[in-house]
């Protein structure tokens, strides 16, 4: 099915290091949401954004929704053991219920 | 605030077996998704129901899998007769505001069929 570019694919970071990554769609969306997913678990919200600009933490997490509405960004701050598992942007395609699901970018953090 | 429950976590089955999957979403949610997860596909929405109505079936399969919401707070995934190509794993999710807001999922079910 339909699904939205992620990069990068995977990443090794070590420790303390900033994370980056986006998401890209070449349909508008009005609504960007952020999920982790550890091993053996269900995808767990982190950020969800409404409104093209809109910048939002949560914690060490920050996204952002991109003004032409067709992108967003997710940044970690200061990486943690912890962080590592597999990030995936999501959104209703407009107007509709039915979420894309990006192809996810697994970060994997060297102690 | 309990989440989005599922069982079993895990179910091994052999081909030509019924299987079902069970879903009790968060409770005050109107909106329930069943998703499929697999390496090759990703995350594939099977089916919507709003207010425990099936408004979308289209991503499901073939006539083998159907899904049920006899009320608010449960639904079911069966797949009969089951066959290895469904081994996955299965998301339930459910949100408030009629699909357009925030998803929350269930922890999974892995199926495996042999």
């Known amino acids: 099915g339909q699904q939205l570019n992620q990069s990068p694919q995977s990443m090794f970071i070590q420790e303390g290091e900033d994370v980056s990554m986006n998401c890209t769609s070449s349909?508008?969306?009005?609504?960007w949401l952020w999920y982790k997913q550890d091993p053996g678990e269900g995808p767990v919200l982190l950020i969800a954004l409404y409104k093209a600009g809109e910048l939002t933490s949560n914690g060490r997490l920050t996204a952002q929704f991109g003004i032409t509405r067709k992108d967003s960004f997710l940044n970690i701050s200061a990486s943690i053991p912890s962080d590592v598992g597999i990030y995936f942007c999501?959104?209703?395609?407009?107007?509709?219920?039915?979420?894309?699901f990006g192809t996810g970018t697994r970060l994997k953090v060297l102690a | 605030d309990a989440g989005v429950i599922q069982s079993p976590r895990h179910e091994v089955t052999e081909m030509g077996q019924e299987v079902t999957l069970r879903c009790k979403p968060i409770s005050g949610h109107n909106s329930l998704f069943w998703y499929r997860q697999t390496m090759m596909r990703g995350l594939e929405l099977l089916i919507y129901f709003n207010n425990n109505v099936p408004i979308d079936d289209s991503g499901m399969p073939e006539d083998r899998f159907s899904a049920k919401m006899p009320n608010a707070s449960f639904s079911t995934l069966k797949i009969q007769p089951s066959e290895p190509r469904d081994s996955a794993v299965y998301f339930c999710a459910s949100t408030g505001d009629g699909g357009l807001r925030e998803q929350y999922f269930g922890p999974g079910t892995r199926l495996t069929v042999t």
């Open positions: 349909s508008i969306f009005n609504t």
């Open positions: 999501a959104g209703p395609t407009s107007g509709t219920y039915k979420y894309i």
